[in-house]
């Protein structure tokens, strides 16, 4: 019943999000801003003080932790996770596949998460036992027969170093990496959702990057864990995968394993 | 005249090309299809159809150069070039940043180009000695006054063999390159031409990937050639830079210069 009213209530932040960053979409107010603040850095921030001036309201006694104005009641049971633009160099490029993440964590797990599309209306919604949605249909991931026929997703060769590059790369060429997808951030795990990509694959990231996205992979059948097969948390390293068919799990830490 | 009677048809296979296409999104009819034949191959060869039969009924004299069914009447002065879906990962992963190419070469040089997103329905338009549109409104390149400040992006660290490697990453270093954006095939072109991405760099296209890009990027106001600095044609060996402000170009020849 909690559940319910906190998903209403993060549905109502998505909103508040969207609404501030619509404003800053490819330019539309980014000449008259101040010198030293990029269009991006005004997005962010006008997006994590609307769903700020909520929570505060409303939950008053709920921890939040924001990318931009960082944690306040650190100590509490429920925490927010907020990442009002995850995929910012896809904002700044003008491309509408980067995404306002929403997670609640109860003891360090994440047990609800948003994933908002602003520009485009999209919203993937998912919440501990329930299954998961797309603009409020259900969303399901697709069977993965085979490891070669895995369509495999990661945002940046950047994200990796040296020794993670390795492990990577090794679980690439197990998949049909000729199809591999570059860029694409939280979107790439929305996709995973609906079923059209198989494996994300990623390393660096930070609770507010991961923390929205288990429950929505795990809400529509998939599973997401690090790169040890241990389910994400508060304390976890950020090197992540998500995986649609969890039948393939064994494989791709196997292939993970295999790099140097 | 006659261009601008070639602007209206090009925009009709446009049109053609992204019905096709649409019926085959995020797996439409991808389940009800012959088990040897992918959604992606099925929605490339219907849109490459449908534009092959306005054209061939239409200019009967010219030639097509079609990337899912070759080469007709390939010594006509006027061709064709068409990439029904050019970024099949990102169509295949249901991002909508994949788009329709459509070219008209005269004596090897293309002279016309649309760049379509018929998900989003995004369309740039671009002709010699004229302004480069946007879904019908005029669309500019921003100026970059220094390399260090520009928005680098390139579709995928596949595109590069070693030697190429080498000399895009020798440029990547000289840009803003924390915030280089991966991923998105032509869509980055058409982001640059609206002034959201300031240089695309990329090796192994091929003239359809290529074609339509030059007037769509030129007639925005910036600058197409290859890695060499000189304009693209029928004969260019797929190394192309785009690059938003033509102030900028000896920057980026030296830069990729140094590469090894």
Redesign the interface.
């Known amino acids: 019943m909690d559940l319910i009213k906190d998903i209403a209530l993060a549905q109502r932040l998505a909103d508040a999000a969207g609404e501030a960053i619509c404003e800053y979409w490819?330019?539309r107010i980014g000449l008259e801003t101040k010198a030293d603040d990029s269009p991006v850095t005004l997005a962010d921030r006008a997006a994590e003080e609307a769903m700020r001036r909520i929570l505060s309201a409303e939950l008053p006694h709920d921890g939040i932790h924001g990318e931009e104005f960082g944690k306040e009641r650190p100590d509490a049971t429920r925490q927010w996770v907020l990442d009002p633009i995850d995929g910012?160099?896809?904002f700044?490029?003008?491309?509408?596949?980067f995404g306002t993440l929403i997670a609640l964590l109860e003891d360090g797990f994440p047990v609800l998460g948003v994933i908002d599309q602003p520009i485009?209306k999209e919203r993937w919604v998912g919440a501990a036992g329930q299954q998961t949605t797309f603009n409020g249909v259900p969303a399901e991931c697709r069977p993965c027969r085979e490891l070669t026929d895995a369509?495999l997703?990661t945002?940046?060769?950047?994200l990796f170093d040296d020794h993670a590059a390795g492990h990577f790369m090794a679980l690439a060429a197990k998949t049909a990496?000729?199809?591999?997808?570059?860029?694409?951030d939280c979107?790439?795990y929305a996709?995973l959702a609906?079923?059209?990509?198989d494996i994300v694959c990623e390393a660096g990231l930070k609770l507010h990057d991961f923390a929205a996205l288990a429950p929505i992979v795990e809400g529509a059948g998939g599973t997401m864990c690090d790169w040890n097969g241990d389910p994400l948390h508060a304390g976890s390293t950020g090197e992540v995968i998500a995986l649609g068919d969890p039948a393939r799990l064994e494989d791709v830490l196997e292939a993970l394993a295999c790099g140097h």
């Open positions: 490819r330019g910012t160099t896809s700044v490029a003008g491309r509408p596949i485009l369509l997703a945002t940046s060769p950047a990496h000729r199809r591999m997808v570059w860029g694409g979107y790439n996709l609906s079923g059209h990509i």
